[in-house]
């Protein structure tokens, strides 16, 4: 990928196609690693694919494609937990470090307005904490849980996003205050 492909990077809605591909990238063991906190059973490809058709379903699951023209590279998705909204996201390693992570999540802000939403990441994960970090998410705090792709407890950071004016919201605020005002600018 070129260093400007960043920019042909979409999401669109999951679809039961998108799972096969999903799952594989999920089977890398440094990406496990640095998820951490995987399901017991992250191999089982038939679990895999049951569990993420229902949550296709599940209208308090957002879940999208990221997509680098016609490629799939990851998933992003916004889930409910103890009444609290969190985001996950798994990209495919081949794309990480090129700021895919953080295009698809500026993206799918926009489309999903639920907030405040938490993102979590293992403490030595720094890669998704600088996604979460980029797109306006601050640490509010740390748990500790088991990790089962590590097989021990580790300290998790909490992040926490409570609103962000995208740009396509301060647009329609600003049209709707001074139409006038943005024909003028060149808007």
Not at 23 to 31: A, H, K, S, V, Y
């Amino acid at each position: 990928m070129e260093a400007n492909s960043v920019h042909e990077i979409t999401i669109r809605t999951t679809c039961v196609a998108d799972l096969a591909t999903l799952f594989e990238f999920q089977l890398d063991g440094e990406g496990q690693y640095l998820a951490a906190f995987m399901p017991k059973n992250a191999s089982d490809k038939a679990a895999y694919i049951d569990k993420y058709t229902k949550f296709l379903s599940d209208p308090s699951i957002f879940m999208k494609t990221i997509m680098i023209g016609e490629t799939i590279v990851g998933s992003i998705a916004k889930y409910e937990t103890e009444g609290n909204a969190e985001i996950t996201y798994w990209i495919d390693r081949k794309y990480w470090g090129m700021g895919v992570g953080s295009k698809a999540l500026e993206l799918f802000l926009i489309l999903e307005a639920t907030r405040p939403i938490y993102g979590r990441t293992a403490f030595d994960n720094i890669g998704s904490q600088k996604v979460l970090e980029r797109c306006g998410f601050k640490k509010i705090g740390t748990d500790r849980g088991f990790a089962s792709a590590r097989q021990m407890e580790i300290e998790e950071y909490i992040y926490l996003l409570a609103y962000k004016a995208d740009r396509a919201f301060i647009f329609v605020a600003l049209l709707t205050a001074c139409p006038v005002f943005l024909w003028f600018q060149g808007w």
